[in-house]
């Protein structure tokens, strides 16, 4: 009888086999992992945080969950009681889903190799490593970071499916989808983006055939999108232009919603069938079941069935309106180039350089360039993602920070396809032989050090305007002049020196040198900005991405409070009461006091409670039960100042063309600190 070897006996190079793309590969995960789960429990849990906290620690004890559209979709709080009972409940625990997804956000550009490039998804992976937003939102419990990564595992679906056109890649986009929807709703953002990119394409290889059906890739993503998202879109927008249905009520719902939503759900299923019945039931049950179980939780709330094929899209229909938040429209525009400048500069460049090279691809014969190149789909795709998500992101009346990822992703995707066939194009054998790599330093030390000199030569300028000062020049002018003199010799060595390294190399590999140069420069500002955000500021209200949040006033209290109750009672059983204004976060820091009391607006009479917290808009309804009370104060939130909404106006602009302002807008992008703007 031959001998059966078991895995465990081989060894370990037999299965792994090192290189340096595996190296670099476990270097990102590893900086990822450090970025995302470090100190991870430290920050007060903002608001929306201690909601999704919360509620998630009611299913996880067994209390259930109702599907609410305000708290969006239900997968978030599932992840995050699964959490609870593996590791019991935190500030630490809570974030930690988020944390995972995130860490999977930053692996998957590994999976669009092909696309990407070796080079190209290690570009990507380390960008998302690094990226301060995404490690925000890694270490925020709210569902943004949770329906990033569906949406990155939709794109490789779909585009796996377009270049390879496998079965098991339409089950995963029909899982992606499924979980995408019961996450947030810019679900119905993303697929109407992917859905009329597909449409477009669709048109461009389907006309020159008109053959029926198309035997086409993008014709079978078109059909399963459809098919699987329709009845989500149509259901909520049949019911609300008939009048019959109010999104902001829940207590109506009856036997013409669900009938509705069944027939639009058979229409398009008779679609699917008719394209192919076995692709379409396999990917149908799929998304259906992972829907019906989420939105029921676990076919608990069988409510659920309305709530989210007909709430979800009606209610945000309705928030339109309200424009929650109130940022104006370009707000995007300030927030990407303030923390996502290496995506942006680079992505840029990206789509500029990549449609040249698609438009000389064009010019060979018609019958050859029917079909558009895997190659050139993928950054069309991208480039078409991204500009239409800032159109739409930017048109939509909510606008909040955490919304950025979404813009971030496919610009983050497009840069480093950029990035990747610049570094795969470099004779790195001849870059080394020439020391080119000097030029990586003294480029930008060299562009340092015109600015300075700039600076310097602007200031002789205004010292000589005026003529020369008879009495001579004072401290300060001499310092001018020193600067600019000093500098001046500086510079002149430094471009004699590049010139000299620039001659050795030829032009495209000068420009890809600069190229490099550039992007050290603008990732190592982006590892700083990454970590003042998350680490020095955190949850303190001086970055855009923090908005706003909950002050460490209160988890300090909360500490003092837990001591109280100790000496007291000997536990938690100490009765705490709380009011409507303070109630989130409270309701999650006070989930282990069993005795704890809310009492709304005003309360019915002695609370006999030995901590009271109440807002200061109550405080006057309150005051009557406190009088024996001792008043301390401190802060519950506070804001990031928004002095950036006057940009808008003309007056706002030309104050940059001052020299203390732009000093102050200096000084506010290098340290992160809104009191010198």
Known sequence: MQKRFSILDQPLPARIVLNWELICWATIILVAVVTRFWDLGSRAQHHDESMHSFYSWELYRGRGFIHNPLLHGPFLYHATAVIYFLFGASDYTSRVAAALLGLGIVTAPYFLRKWLGRYGALAAGAMLAISPAFIYYSRFIRMDIFAA???ILLFVAVIKYLGQRRERYLYLAAASL??????KEIAF???????TFLVLLLAWEWLPRRKFPPDLASFDLIILIGSLCAPLYFTALIIKISGLWDPLDYTNYGQHDLAAFLLIVGIFAALGLAWHRRRWLTSAGIFWAIYILLHTSLLTNMGGLLTGPIGALGYWLVQQEVKRGGQPWFYYLIIIPLYEFLPLVLGLFGIGYLARRRVRQTSQPEEEATAVPMSSVFWIFLSYWFVVALVIYSWAGEKMPWLVVHLTLPLTLLAARFLGEALKAEDWGEFFRQRAYYLLILVPTTA??????????LGVVRILSGGLPAPGFDLGQLNTLMRFLVTLVILGILVYIVQLLARRLGRNSLAR?????????????????????NYVHGDIAKDMLIYTQTTPDVTMLMGEVEQLSERLVGGKEMRVAFDDFTSWPLWWYLRDYPNKVFFGKEPLGQLDAPVVFVGLENESAVRPYMSDYIRKQYRLRWWFPEDYRSLGQCSALKGLFRSETRQQAINFFLNRDPDTW
């Open 149 to 151: 990564f569906f949406e």
């Open 513 to 533: 040198t600069f190229l490099f140069s550039g992007t050290i420069v603008l990732l190592l500002f982006t590892v700083r900005f990454a970590w003042i955000a």
């Open 189 to 195: 953002i993303t697929t109407f983006i992917f859905g």
């Open 448 to 457: 340092l050090v015109l600015l300075t000199f700039l600076s310097a030569f």
């Open 178 to 183: 499924s979980l995408l929807f019961c996450t």
